[in-house]
Every structure is written in structure tokens, then in C-alpha cells.
């Protein structure tokens, strides 16, 4: 298994919709993030989860839901979302969220578009 | 607020060396970082620095700290088209009790034959 996998890697979804992401960790990490990459902006961290607990939500509209079970999975629950939020989100991993060394290890992203 | 800025495209003809700029704000960085984002994945460390450092050098990448300035460079020796990619610089700063990163656009490298 790769190092964090992240699923669908698509998704087309109307605004009416409720969809969730995926992301999958076999690092032994205990922390997990979210980002958002959309075209000529700066990453944008939208959540960070440490050993399971929610330790940051970086203002981000309650469209956009995550789940963290336990430290190896961690969800983004979308609905009723806006064309604006069409962006690849990318999903994470660090052994521990100090940022000390910001040494992320991403998965391939999902790419979504809202219509 | 803080900011990391770089320039968003370099092409360089395969075998040349790339060098990729960035500036950033924030006084306190203690690590600064260079990932890269190949076509259709996400990103990948490449290399950091410590900010009581100068230089690094890992194989074809040297990185230089210029902290008087905050300036920080990404050296690519003897670039090959498998180097073609958007690479990001980002800082860790101190924001409170924590610590964050904030990141560059990226310069998208293009490595032409």
C-alpha cells in the first residue's frame, strides 16, 4: 500500500448533492489535514486532526465536514456545495501536528468539480 | 500577514541547471521547505532547511538561505524532463502556541529537450 491514498480521484457532483472524500494513511502518522488547491492560490490548509481530535478549522463554510474515525482515516463530507468550491482537496499526513519540520506526506488528491 | 512569494515560471533546456527563487516575510521561520507537484499528484518533500544553515546539497539539489534577506533558492544541476513540475517553497512560522506553514504559489519548471 501506498504511503496516504486518497479516493475518488474524481468527482463530479451537483450542488444539490451530498458526496464524501476518502483518505487513507498506512504511515503510522497521528495527524491528518486537509487542504484545498485551487488555480493561482496558495494552499489552503482547511482542517488539521491530531491523534483524532479536531485541533484546527481554518474558517472554512460548514458545507464541508470531515471525520476522523481514528488516525489512519480521515473523511471530508460535502453537501449542498458552490461552483466555487470546485479545487483539488488534498489530504495529508505528519507523525505529529506541531509542524515543526512540516514533513507532509500527500495523497494524489481528489479532484473535484461542482456544477 | 505573512507571505511567501515565488516567480511562476522557469524553462530551462535539459542538462542546464534550474534555479528557483522564492522570498518570504516572516523573521521567525525556523524550517523552510521546497516540495514538488508532478502532473496530476500531489506534493512531494523534496528537501528543507533549518534557518541556522546556509546551504544544503542532497545529490542535484542545492539549497541556498540567504536570512538577511529572506531569500531562499532551489539549485536543480543537470535538469532532466522528469524534473518538469510545479515546485513549491513554504516557511514554518510561529502563530501562537503553534507552528504553521505558509506557502508559495509554486514556479512551474519547464525542462525542455
Known amino acids: 500500500e501506498t504511503g496516504v491514498t486518497q479516493t475518488p480521484r474524481h468527482l463530479v457532483m451537483g450542488m444539490t448533492n451530498k458526496k464524501s472524500l476518502k483518505c487513507e494513511q498506512h504511515?503510522?502518522?497521528?495527524?491528518m489535514y486537509w487542504y484545498k488547491q485551487s488555480a493561482k492560490k496558495p494552499l489552503e490548509l482547511m482542517f488539521v486532526?491530531?491523534?483524532?481530535?479536531?485541533?484546527e478549522n481554518n474558517s472554512v463554510p460548514s458545507r464541508f465536514s470531515p471525520e476522523c474515525p481514528n488516525s489512519s482515516h480521515l473523511f471530508l463530507h460535502l453537501h449542498t456545495l458552490q461552483p466555487e468550491d470546485s479545487a483539488l482537496y488534498l489530504c495529508?499526513?505528519?507523525?505529529?501536528?506541531?509542524?515543526?519540520?512540516?514533513?507532509?506526506?500527500f495523497g494524489e488528491g481528489s479532484r473535484l468539480t461542482v456544477l | 500577514g505573512e507571505d511567501v512569494e515565488q516567480s511562476l515560471f522557469l524553462s530551462v533546456r535539459e542538462g542546464d541547471s534550474s534555479v528557483i527563487n522564492c522570498t518570504y516575510t516572516?523573521?521567525?521561520?525556523?524550517?523552510l521547505y521546497w516540495y514538488k507537484q508532478e502532473p496530476g499528484a500531489g506534493l512531494q518533500l523534496l528537501t528543507y532547511?533549518?534557518?541556522n544553515m546556509d546551504m544544503k546539497q542532497d545529490q542535484r539539489l542545492t539549497v541556498l538561505l540567504n536570512k538577511k534577506d529572506k531569500h531562499l533558492s532551489l539549485r536543480i544541476a543537470d535538469t532532466q524532463t522528469g524534473d518538469s513540475a510545479i515546485y513549491f517553497c513554504?516557511?514554518?512560522?510561529?502563530?501562537?502556541?503553534?507552528?504553521?506553514?505558509?506557502w508559495g504559489l509554486g514556479t512551474s519548471l519547464a525542462v525542455n529537450p
Open positions: 495529508a499526513s505528519s507523525l505529529r501536528d506541531t509542524a515543526n519540520t512540516g514533513e507532509l506526506f
Open positions: 486532526y491530531n491523534f483524532k481530535e479536531q485541533t
Open positions: 504511515l503510522g502518522h497521528n495527524a
Open positions: 532547511i533549518f534557518s
Open positions: 513554504a516557511e514554518s512560522y510561529n502563530a501562537g502556541n503553534n507552528r504553521k506553514l505558509i
Open positions: 516572516d523573521s521567525s521561520s525556523t524550517y
